[in-house]
């Protein structure tokens, strides 16, 4: 167990490292996991994800909703920040559970919400879990937020995709949604990591997720995360959540649907996330792969 009482001896058999939304280690999105960080102050939980430097590091106490089985509070930090929600560590934290329990359901208490995660072994061999997003919510954003961001980025309004109007989306954490009709212009991401990292900080943005739509129910995706004190996240199942409640709620897509969200391609780590809308449900699920990095 890690305590401040050894604030310099991290075991390192305590921090797990895993990679989520991928089946190779060397693509997705890597995650620190601490499977239990009972009596871890917040001050060192932060040092530890510093440390480890990855975007986001879960920590779970055992015992959470009713104190059942399975269940877990959960806090997650970035290398600078703590965060509200993080689904690729919530997808890696499931499966490391899995890894040493078996698959199954396991519910998380985190500080956005209850989220049940649900963990099934696929006929390769390979462990898959699937998050259910908190109650979701959009929100209007205002053009001079919108112009303001977009020179952050060195984009132009006029590369917008008008079908997919910019958006705040909610589903545990915040992301402004920004469509372009062209994937080059996607892939050629560049911007000022200061200038945003403190436009996010003030209108409590946790990434920005910017997106092209490739078909209907398909799209590739990048997440700057300068608040977090990262350039880029890989793969981002909190954006991911609230991008597919955006989808809805503008009525881009029709539920029941799944969508295929390609994220990391640009960054040399390809991962794959699965959201799925259900008619009558309106929380969204996130599902992908998690491996270890060895």
Known sequence: ????????????SDVLRYTAFATDPGGGNPAGVVLDATGLSAKRMLAVAAGLGYSETAFLVPGGPGEAAGSYTVRYFSPLAEVPFCGHATVASAVALADRVGPGRFVFATRAGEVPVEVDKGADGVLRATLTSVEPHVEEVGDVDVTEALGLLGWSAGELDAALPPRIAYAGARHLVLAVAD????????????????????????????????????????????????VEDPATGAAAAAFGAYL????AVTAPATLTLHQGEDLGR??????????????????GAAVPIE
Do not use: K
């Open 1 to 12: 167990m890690i305590t401040d009482e050894v604030p310099e001896a991290v075991p390192e």
């Open 183 to 230: 994937r080059d212009r996607l892939a050629r991401l560049d911007y000022d990591f200061d200038g945003l990292a403190a436009y996010m900080t003030a209108r409590e943005l946790v990434t920005l997720q910017l997106v092209w739509r490739a078909a209907e129910h398909v799209f590739h995706v990048r997440n700057p995360f300068p608040v977090g004190g990262v």
């Open 248 to 251: 809805r709620e503008q009525g």
């Open 270 to 287: 390809p991962g794959v996330l699965t959201v799925e809308l259900r008619e009558g449900d309106r929380r969204v699920r996130v599902s």
